[in-house]
């Protein structure tokens, strides 16, 4: 991996790659720190966790909802990444976790957008990983998310989308595109306000940016979005108006343990003032 590293990265000396290999920063998907002598392998995600200068604090908190010797169970702010990547080092979800429960071997087993918030769940064991990995590559996870969005009389709900999401030509974007679905999310409304409405949306695929495609494509755009359907210039983040999309269940049976688990987020998604008054859906 020295080698490959040297000859990709030529920009930057030999010896500061295998000072940050013996030092634990750079890792393959599943956590396994790299080092100079570990063997190349083709088709692997590794990840180097750079340092970030002033790096300012997202004043939101996460918090731990479970615990055990194999999972941890989170509920994330919105605005606070999953992982380090870009601007994002120090305040990530992975790295506030490892300093505040001292656990190194900490990895995500799945992932939500750094502007949703809710569940996450991350493996505390190497030995035990691929089993909660499983859970989601199976499709063996029931998730619930909830969301603000724009009213449409004549809608029929519950419906189930189906379509072909890839990206959009920007690295941040995706969009639907003609040919086989390979993204599948069932809608329903829980209450209406006014022009707005509360939906329950049931991924039963995990395409990037689904759950937002599949609202905007439906002419539901959900409130806060900085993407869908147009795209916020970076660096304008408005702590005041998050994306309102949040993670609110997931249930499974613990591969490791048979238990069945539920975790539900303590968050609520608000309407904003002057939605109008309520009404309940049918």
Known sequence: MLDFFAERFPAVAREVWRQRMLQGDVVD???VSLLPVTPYRGHVRVYYYRAVPDEPRIPFDEVVLHQDEHLVVVDKPHFLPV???GDYLSETVLVRLKKKLG???LVPVHRIDRDTAGL????VRPDSRAQYHALFSQRSVHKTYQAIAPWREGLALPLT???RIVEAGHFMLQHEVSGPPNAITRIDVLEVQGTLARYALEPVTGKRHQLRVHMAA???PLLGDGLYPVL???GQIDYAHPL???AKTIAFTDPVTGLARQFESAQQLLFPIGAGERAQAG
């Open 29 to 31: 998907e599943h956590g």
């Open 83 to 85: 992982m380090p990547s």
């Open 103 to 105: 656990i190194d071997t």
């Open 120 to 123: 996450v769940m991350f493996s």
């Open 161 to 163: 989308r189906e379509s």
């Open 218 to 220: 439906l002419g539901l």
């Open 232 to 234: 916020t210039p970076e």
């Open 244 to 246: 309102q999309l949040l």
